[in-house]
């Protein structure tokens, strides 16, 4: 599990996330300029920095590089929140408060979630909707 990111590297990775395709030190610089005040050579440690670190890949272009993502930010925090779970000395109750912490709208993208990585129950007479193949089954009931 990486160790989190740095505000630095977050803006940084923020961009080329965001991005999707290799950007340069100088794209990331003047998209960084608008919000702060920062130098080229710092923002081409930062990335320097988050290759060796394994977060990006560069590819020489002429004298300088372009860098790519190697993940997603999705499983950037995938992981952090899974190596947070797992340092608790109750993960079940580490679930329950996170959950309670969880916006509506949040707890129904983790339904949605949930049902993508479930799959089609076809051992549970339910259809890849998640209703009911019988009909005598109450309205709403889905066999759980």
């Known amino acids: 599990m990486p160790r989190p990111l740095g505000e630095l590297e977050d803006a940084v990775m923020s961009r080329v996330w965001k991005w999707n395709r290799p950007v ?3 794209e990331v610089l003047e998209d960084l300029q608008q919000e702060r005040s920062i130098a080229y050579t ?3 440690t930062v990335l320097d920095n988050l290759h060796q670190k394994g977060w990006v890949r560069r590819e020489a272009e002429g ?8 993940s997603t930010r999705a499983a950037y925090a995938a ?11 109750n993960p079940a109750a580490a679930l329950v408060a996170f959950f309670g912490m969880m916006s509506p709208e949040q707890r129904a993208a983790l339904r ?6 479930e ?6 007479g339910e259809t ?3 209703e009911s193949e019988n009909p005598a089954a109450p309205e709403g009931d889905s066999g759980r």
């Open 24 to 26: 340069t030190v100088r």
């Open 42 to 44: 710092t923002v081409m």
């Open 63 to 70: 004298r300088a590089y372009r860098y790519e993502a190697v």
């Open 79 to 89: 992981a952090l929140m899974n190596e947070a779970w797992s340092r608790s000395d």
């Open 112 to 117: 949605d979630a949930l049902r993508i990585v």
């Open 128 to 130: 890849t909707t998640g």
């Open 119 to 124: 799959g089609p129950e076809t051992t549970s």
